[in-house]
């Protein structure tokens, strides 16, 4: 594992690890948050400028900033190209950061200033990170899936970025009228399967073989995850937009045959692991993966009968995929990667010439199960209690999943302090 994540030519880990940390803080953030919506959740409000502003919590604060991190550093390990400007990187997080801090307080509390300053500080700080990936690509020594994840992701990227700011001037003038929900859901599905999604699938195809020890395992499940994926929330969004029923089922098809292939080729690692047992980050891994089966059997119920009309549903659909099927993968990826990275930076000079502790050693795998449980019961409470329309089950859970972040936030400032 260690010749697969170690940064090349001296690389600075200070890059990735400011990333991380501020997504550690938001995820923080965001669960306290769910607690103060569980209210809004139980009646399905997704409409909600309480449930938005914690929504971007997770999505722009968690997810995004955690991806930012891990292309910082991975792109020169997976593609064999350093990052184009380490000194651009900087920028973008000084940018991004505060921007989606405020730019979530804003929406929560219906602001239009930190609406403005907010969405201005993210949408610099994405254009930054976007010159400073497409600028790193076309240096690539590997141009494989992977590379092509990157691409197609960092594309949808800015297209979230488009709906997005469309959303927010519509929140001003209400322009969309009655496409107001349609425009949300394509924002939705191009954040979380264009963006988020895709590069899951990229970087599990670099990263799950290496800590499964799986490396002779079939991988062409991975290309057709990411053509049907691609084409299917194209399709999708089109659909959606121009209100044609038959191109969205067409577009949700496309997309389930990409999530299906993604968890068969995620299969096909399992199976052929030489370790037969599954450590804390990968069990978490494995979780998100059901999750995400789980949302994608949701997906033809809400296109059927979801949004203004269930709209519960619709949000219970959200829950699953995004807390479920994509957070918690995260969380597991953080857990192998994360302290690999502290060891490396305090440890690696010292071997040989000292005790030293192993990676396992940074963090507590009794504690980081115990998270493992709590966020899952967590998710599936969430789903089962917005289903049914109960704030006290909505509320529990919420509760029962905001510790289990609490474990994880204890876990990497214990990693970080070097602790063992």
Not at 218 to 241: M, Y
Not at 393 to 417: D, H, M, N, W
Request: charged share 10%; hydrophobic share 60%.
């Amino acid at each position: 594992m260690g010749a697969g994540l170690a940064p090349a030519g001296g690389a600075s880990l200070l890059l990735p690890a400011q990333h991380f940390a501020a997504a550690v803080a938001f995820l923080a953030l965001g669960a306290a948050g769910l607690v103060w919506i569980a209210p809004e959740l139980a009646r399905g409000l997704y409409l909600s400028p309480r449930v938005a502003g914690v929504t971007h919590l997770f999505t722009l604060g968690w997810l995004t900033t955690t991806i930012f991190g891990a292309l910082y550093q991975l792109l020169p390990v997976a593609l064999g190209a350093p990052v184009y400007s380490e000194r651009l990187g900087h920028a973008s997080w000084c940018a991004f950061v505060p921007g989606v801090a405020v730019f979530a307080a804003g929406v929560a509390a219906g602001s239009v200033p930190l609406h403005h300053v907010g969405i201005t500080l993210v949408v610099t700080g994405v254009l930054l990170l976007l010159v400073n990936v497409a600028c790193t690509l076309p240096r690539a020594q590997r141009r494989d899936v992977t590379w092509a994840a990157v691409a197609i992701a960092i594309t949808f990227l800015a297209s979230t970025l488009v709906l997005g700011v469309a959303l927010l001037h519509n929140l001003h003038t209400g322009f969309l009228a009655e496409q107001r929900v349609r425009v949300l859901a394509i924002h939705l599905h191009v954040a979380l399967v264009g963006w988020a999604l895709i590069m899951m699938v990229g970087m599990s195809h670099r990263l799950l073989p290496m800590f499964l020890l799986a490396h002779g395992a079939d991988t062409s499940g991975t290309r057709r995850a990411l053509v049907f994926l691609t084409l299917g929330v194209t399709v999708l969004a089109a659909g959606l937009a121009r209100g044609h029923p038959a191109c969205a089922w067409v577009g949700l098809v496309l997309l389930e045959a990409g999530i299906v292939c993604f968890l068969l080729q995620a299969h096909r690692f399992f199976r052929a692991r030489v370790r037969p047992a599954l450590d804390v980050g990968l069990r978490f891994v494995a979780v998100a993966l059901g999750f995400l089966a789980v949302g994608a059997v949701l997906g033809p119920a809400v296109l059927a009968w979801g949004g203004a009309r269930h709209p519960r549903l619709a949000v219970a659909y959200v829950l699953v995929g995004l807390l479920g099927g994509v957070l918690l993968h995260v969380v597991g990826y953080f857990y192998k990667i994360v302290p690999f990275l502290a060891w490396i930076s305090r440890y690696r000079g010292r071997v040989g010439r000292e005790p030293v502790p192993t990676v396992a050693d940074l963090y507590s795998a009794r504690a980081a199960t115990v998270q493992l449980w709590a966020m899952t019961a967590g998710v599936a409470g969430l789903a089962a209690g917005v289903a049914v329309g109960n704030l006290w089950i909505v509320r529990a859970a919420a509760l029962l999943f905001c510790a289990g972040v609490a474990i994880f936030v204890t876990q990497i400032a214990r990693v970080a302090r070097g602790c063992h």
